[in-house]
Nanobody, 116 residues
Framework: QVQLVESGGGLVQAGGSLRLSCAAS????????MGWFRQAPGKEREFVAA????????FYADSVKGRFTISRDNTKNTVYLQMNSLKPEDTAVYYC?????????WGRGTLVTVSS
């Protein structure tokens, strides 16, 4: 069974940085797309960034391009989201998602709060 555990959230001032981690377990992830999504209070969950585990190819939402970087460590089965130049509008619960064909698994999320 695939499990995802996020960590690294917290409170940061605008302009600051945080690095989120998503530790994956349960199987080999070489065929997976790993992604970060976020959900702000009162809003729908939205795509932030994704990485193709095998090739390392990355994809970003326009709102975070140039500020966020997604990466993975094959030896640790972990995906990271480096977030720089954070803005108050980045405040949300951040979720990790693993996608492989019909299999979709979500983590429980980690809260990021950016104060102005």
């Amino acid at each position: 069974q695939v499990q995802l555990v996020e960590s690294g959230g917290g409170l940061v001032q605008a302009g600051g940085s945080l690095r989120l981690s998503c530790a994956a377990s349960g199987r080999t992830f070489s065929s997976y797309f790993m992604g970060w999504f976020r959900q702000a209070p009162g809003k729908e969950r939205e795509f932030v960034a994704a990485i193709k585990w095998s090739s390392g190819g990355t994809f970003y939402a326009d709102s975070v391009k140039g500020r966020f970087t997604i990466s993975r460590d094959n030896t640790k089965n972990t995906v990271y989201l480096q977030m720089n130049s954070l803005k108050p509008e980045d405040t949300a619960v951040y979720y990790c998602r693993a996608l492989c064909g019909d299999l979709e698994v979500w983590g429980r999320g980690t809260l990021v709060t950016v104060s102005s």
